[in-house]
């Protein structure tokens, strides 16, 4: 057993199985949730049960954050009882939230004068991925901070991609699910098209996933709307906060994302119409009552 402890901030999609992978390595896991009750059948398995962020961070070698957007992490991090300043020196912080490179940048910033190692480590993949341990960490930080991190990263993944200095994960997470959420609004509209225009819908399909349009994104999520099932993967509203973000940054670089408008526009509409806490694939549903 690896005697070092990690403690995992949020217990939402993402964070149980990341949480449940790490135990299954043998490693000594220390979990918060906001809601309590999410973190049972962890604690069934083995994991410590922190009352407060702070409660968490206070002992552990490697702090990881998984939470929704940058509202929740800051409050997590800075917030009364935040795992910012219960962290032990020598200690590596994590942040594999979603979150704006601005709000990295300011947290990188304060974990430095508090004399502690930062990386931010966001993933590629969703519920099945997590669960399974088969993620993608995109990685911004000192090599010596990922050196240090690397055995706990690994437990969770099948590959980690150092991309650079802190900032760079969060940036080339957020131009990853610019583009899927993109495709994932135009095959919303496509098969919505190819529903009303009488055209077979499974051989239909079949010709897209086979043909130029194919990805495993497309497969997955064709799969998921034409099945009415909107179990979450990926969450809906979170998607549109992710566009959102997309928006902001690429303006930084003098780029306008003019197709992430347009998507993020179907997924709020999604969101007025209730399906904000559904699978991202509930884009669809108020394109087919239209």
Not at 194 to 223: C, D, H, T, W
Request: aromatic share 4%.
């Amino acid at each position: 057993m690896d005697e070092t402890t990690v403690a995992v901030l949020g217990l939402g999609t993402m964070g149980a199985g990341m949480a449940s992978n790490l135990l299954k390595a043998g490693f000594r896991v220390t979990v918060y949730n906001r809601t309590i009750a999410k973190a049972r059948p962890l604690a069934e398995a083995g994991a410590r049960v922190a009352q407060t962020p702070a409660d968490a961070a206070r002992g552990a070698k490697i702090v990881i954050s998984m939470l929704a957007d940058d509202s929740a992490s800051r409050e997590t991090w800075l917030g009364a009882n935040g795992a910012l300043e219960a962290a032990e020196k020598g200690s590596v912080l994590i942040e594999s939230s979603t979150v704006s490179p601005a709000w990295i940048g300011e947290l990188a910033g304060l974990a430095k004068g508090r004399g502690v190692e930062f990386l931010d480590a966001p993933v590629t993949g969703s519920r099945v991925q997590a669960e399974g341990g088969q993620l993608t960490f995109l990685v911004g930080g000192s090599d010596a901070a990922l050196e240090t991190a690397a055995p706990v990263l690994k437990a969770m993944s099948k590959e980690i991609v150092h991309l650079g200095s802190v900032g760079s994960g969060a940036k080339m997470k957020l131009i990853n699910n610019f583009v899927c959420g993109v495709q994932v609004a135009s095959l919303a509209e496509g098969l919505t098209w190819i529903e009303r225009s009488g055209l077979n819908v499974e051989k239909a399909l079949n010709i897209l996933k086979g043909g130029a349009p194919g990805s495993p994104l497309l497969s997955a999520i064709s799969a998921r709307m034409t099945g009415h099932n909107y179990a979450v993967n990926f969450l809906l509203e979170l998607m549109a906060k992710d566009l959102r973000y997309a928006q902001t940054e690429a303006l930084r670089c003098d780029v306008d994302l003019k197709t992430a408008a347009a998507a993020r526009m179907l997924f709020e509409n999604a969101m007025k119409n209730g399906f904000g806490e559904k699978d991202m694939a509930a884009v669809i549903e108020p394109l087919r009552n239209m």
